[in-house]
């Protein structure tokens, strides 16, 4: 015997429902049991030097002097710098507005 193969075509939006179904039980499922608020709570935004000296509205310069006297606290990923999105906040916040400030 040998076999035989058989060619059906489906129509490409039977696909797409059917997935989305799929796709919305699931999130579905995980949105009644809190899965969902839990992981976007833990999950941690990464900033690069340039997205935090424009945040903190300060040159690179100033950011790294920050970074070195402790008023930010800088995370290294390799030899790569970067801010936690939190930490950026919270230095917002907190940091005085030093801004033409000058020592009479």
């Known amino acids: 015997m040998s076999a035989q193969t058989i060619n059906v075509q489906i129509p490409i939006d ?6 989305s ?3 919305q039980d699931k999130l579905g499922k995980k949105l009644l049991a809190g899965n969902i608020e839990k992981e976007e709570s833990k999950k941690e935004i990464w900033l690069t030097r340039i997205e935090t ?20 606290k800088v995370y290294y990923l390799g030899s790569n ?21 000058h020592n009479i």
Request: hydrophobic share 40%.
């Open 14 to 19: 039977l696909i797409i429902d059917q997935v």
């Open 21 to 23: 179904k799929d796709i």
């Open 53 to 72: 000296a424009r945040r903190l509205k300060v040159s690179l310069p100033t950011l790294r002097k920050y970074s070195l006297q402790g008023i930010i």
């Open 81 to 101: 710098p970067r801010y936690k999105l939190s930490d950026v906040e919270n230095t917002l916040k907190e940091l005085p507005v030093l801004k033409f400030k």
